[in-house]
């Protein structure tokens, strides 16, 4: 029998195209998350389920899904805190994600936040569609300048070493960084410290940690108070794991340069008091937004079916 296959957001073309020769296909064809009633009607009416970020299968949701039909949740994405993975693992359900198809393009935007941040390039932008710029000034808008600077990167897996390569690579930029496990490779002249402050105390901190419980408002007002004056924020990595009060009474004060964000605590609400500030760049959750890298994504989570609807181990497994 041909497996029923959810997929819960419309992915791109060539993804869709390919998952109907082999799968019975229902296209949600939303740009919403599921709710909490459609992710229980999920795990019983389908074989399998293709979520992505939003999608909440949460211990709820299993819990009112003794019995599921469902026997594969094979995310798009690489974050997948939006899936209790035990509560799915005890439910009998398989969950994988799709890393490395994410790493190249989150770190590109991890760049240009903080190259956006640094040299003021969304204010500069608003104020040239306003029609009030009156021309060039020397003193007009001055910036941080990146080139030779320090480099905080808290998360230091795939994409916090690709960011790092860019970094140190593209803009002599000195990188330290805070893993919670120790690094024996770090890729290129980098330095593990000790503490999260100590990665906070440069002049621009990438954030690429993974979402979850163990990272939730990872960086709180504490970690802000270890910033510079000037320094500049960056979050590629997800909303929760900033505490956006903190980051909003830091920078009303003055307490930090700037901040760069592409994903937000309660996406995809915005907070008024931080949309207002001009000392911040606001992404709409562009991270892996380039067609050959969704294309590249949607095609990993067919492997992943592929290999457990064959009876093979699914290569980007979970738990």
Same mark, same amino acid.
């Given at each position: 029998?041909?497996?029923?296959?959810?997929?819960?957001?419309?992915?791109?073309?060539?993804?869709?195209?390919?998952?109907?020769?082999?799968?019975?296909?229902?296209?949600?064809?939303?740009?919403?998350?599921?709710?909490?009633?459609?992710?229980?009607?999920?795990?019983?009416?389908?074989?399998?389920?293709?979520?992505?970020?939003?999608?909440?299968?949460?211990?709820?949701?299993?819990?009112?899904?003794?019995?599921?039909?469902?026997?594969?949740?094979?995310?798009?994405?690489?974050?997948?805190?939006?899936?209790?993975?035990?509560?799915?693992?005890?439910? $009998? %359900?398989? &969950?994988?994600?799709?890393? @490395?198809? =994410?790493? #190249?393009?989150? *770190?590109?935007? +991890?760049?240009?936040?903080?190259?956006?941040?640094?040299?003021?390039?969304?204010?500069?932008?608003?104020?040239?569609?306003?029609?009030?710029?009156?021309?060039?000034?020397?003193?007009?808008?001055?910036?941080?300048?990146?080139?030779?600077?320090?480099?905080?990167?808290?998360?230091?897996?795939?994409?916090?070493?690709?960011?790092?390569?860019?970094?140190?690579?593209?803009?002599?930029?000195?990188?330290?960084?805070?893993?919670?496990?120790?690094?024996?490779?770090?890729?290129?002249?980098?330095?593990?410290?000790?503490?999260?402050?100590?990665?906070?105390?440069?002049?621009?901190?990438?954030?690429?940690?993974?979402?979850?419980?163990?990272?939730?408002?990872?960086?709180?007002?504490?970690?802000?108070?270890?910033?510079?004056?000037? $320094? %500049?924020? &960056?979050?590629?990595?997800? @909303?929760? =794991?900033? #505490?956006?009060? *903190?980051?909003? +009474?830091?920078?009303?004060?003055?307490?930090?340069?700037?901040?760069?964000?592409?994903?937000?605590?309660?996406?995809?609400?915005?907070?008024?008091?931080?949309?207002?500030?001009?000392?911040?760049?606001?992404?709409?959750?562009?991270?892996?937004?380039?067609?050959?890298?969704?294309?590249?994504?949607?095609?990993?989570?067919?492997?992943?079916?592929?290999?457990?609807?064959?009876?093979?181990?699914?290569?980007?497994?979970?738990?």
């Amino acid at each position: 029998m041909t497996p029923r296959l959810l997929i819960t957001r419309r992915l791109p073309d060539l993804v869709l195209s390919q998952a109907m020769t082999r799968y019975d296909v229902t296209l949600r064809d939303e740009t919403s998350a599921l709710s909490e009633a459609e992710a229980v009607a999920a795990l019983h009416d389908y074989d399998a389920v293709l979520p992505t970020l939003g999608d909440r299968f949460t211990p709820a949701v299993f819990a009112q899904s003794p019995a599921p039909r469902c026997r594969i949740l094979a995310n798009f994405g690489v974050g997948y805190n939006h899936i209790d993975v035990p509560g799915a693992r005890a439910s $009998g %359900i398989t &969950v994988t994600n799709t890393p @490395g198809a =994410v790493t #190249d393009a989150t *770190a590109d935007t +991890a760049m240009t936040l903080m190259l956006m941040t640094a040299r003021r390039a969304g204010e500069g932008e608003r104020l040239v569609r306003s029609g009030q710029w009156t021309g060039w000034q020397p003193t007009q808008m001055l910036g941080l300048h990146v080139s030779g600077k320090r480099l905080g990167i808290v998360g230091y897996g795939r994409i916090g070493k690709a960011i790092a390569r860019r970094a140190h690579f593209g803009f002599g930029m000195s990188v330290s960084f805070y893993n919670r496990s120790a690094v024996a490779d770090p890729g290129l002249p980098a330095t593990q410290v000790a503490t999260l402050a100590e990665a906070m105390a440069q002049d621009v901190v990438i954030i690429a940690v993974p979402g979850g419980p163990a990272t939730h408002h990872l960086i709180d007002a504490t970690a802000l108070s270890a910033m510079l004056p000037h $320094g %500049i924020l &960056v979050n590629i990595s997800r @909303g929760d =794991v900033v #505490d956006e009060a *903190a980051l909003i +009474a830091a920078l009303q004060s003055g307490a930090l340069g700037g901040a760069g964000l592409d994903v937000y605590e309660r996406e995809p609400v915005v907070p008024e008091a931080l949309r207002a500030l001009e000392n911040t760049v606001l992404l709409p959750h562009l991270g892996t937004a380039a067609l050959e890298v969704r294309e590249s994504m949607g095609m990993m989570a067919l492997d992943n079916l592929a290999a457990f609807f064959d009876g093979r181990d699914p290569p980007n497994r979970l738990g």
